[in-house]
């Protein structure tokens, strides 16, 4: 299977502690996003690396919040005392800016997704 | 931001055309609109994207105004395995702006037998 993975699928914790969320995205893809989505709600944007540039957060996101992409290529985001608020899906979606015409939006790929439970 | 508006439902029987609107008054010059699909604890799959004007592929089509305030996305003789959330996204490339990517709640589309 070639499209964007993340692991784990699901993941339950109690609130206060930590939790990594990775990503490995389409082996060409020089892109990756992350985004959390709660139920009933369209995927939020967090945050957006372009190789192993992290670019842009969303204004809106906690410093409990950290993502890395160290070399380009799987990327991981962790979530520091996890507060019940943080369950979610927490997605993340890959593109290229080599493959498109390079012109106007990314075409996203999307992964299954991590759907997170803080008890 | 250009945010997204779009009916929170919509039912169709199988075998119709689906017409699926989003409003998007606050477009910016550089955004693009993107449709995405969405089955219950899966991630977005693309659908289709356009600039203005009409894009169709092999699985929809996609119309944009002049003004581009709107779009709609068309799905031909729906079939029950297009029940979904359907998303409309608006934005341009990430590196003029990536917090201007909206999805919005989407349209929650049931095809009836």
């Known amino acids: 299977d070639t499209g964007v993975s993340q692991d784990p699928r699901h993941k339950i914790t109690k609130r206060g502690q930590n939790v990594t969320f990775r990503c490995d995205p389409i082996s060409e893809h020089n892109r990756l996003y992350w ?7 369209g995927p939020e944007f967090l945050t957006y690396f372009q190789n192993e540039a992290q670019l842009e957060k969303s ?3 906690s410093d409990r919040f950290s993502a890395e992409r160290p070399k380009g290529s799987f990327s991981t985001l962790e979530i520091q005392r996890t507060e019940q608020g943080d369950s979610a899906m927490y997605l993340c979606a890959s593109s290229s800016t080599i493959l498109t ?6 075409t996203q790929y999307f992964g299954p997704g991590t ?5 | 931001l250009a945010k997204t508006t779009q009916p929170i439902s919509m039912d169709s029987y199988e075998g119709q055309e689906v017409n699926i609107t989003c409003s998007h008054n606050n477009i910016a ?8 699909q969405q089955f219950p604890s899966q991630g977005p799959r693309f659908i289709i994207q356009g600039y ?3 894009v169709t592929n092999e699985v929809a089509s996609l119309f944009i105004p002049a003004d581009r305030k ?11 395995s297009d029940t979904a959330v359907y998303y409309c996204l608006v934005g341009g490339d990430p590196q003029t702006g990536a917090n201007n990517l ?6 929650r589309l049931t095809v009836i037998p």
């Open chain 1, 115 to 119: 759907r997170l439970t803080v008890l």
């Open chain 2, 102 to 107: 909206f999805f919005g709640t989407g349209t």
């Open chain 1, 35 to 41: 985004y959390r989505q709660t139920l009933g709600q």
């Open chain 2, 52 to 54: 203005k004007t009409k």
């Open chain 2, 70 to 80: 709107s779009s709609t996305l068309s799905l031909p003789r729906v079939s029950l």
């Open chain 2, 29 to 36: 010059t550089n955004d693009y609109i993107t449709w995405y």
């Open chain 1, 59 to 61: 204004r809106l996101l």
């Open chain 1, 101 to 106: 015409s390079g012109v106007g939006a990314d």
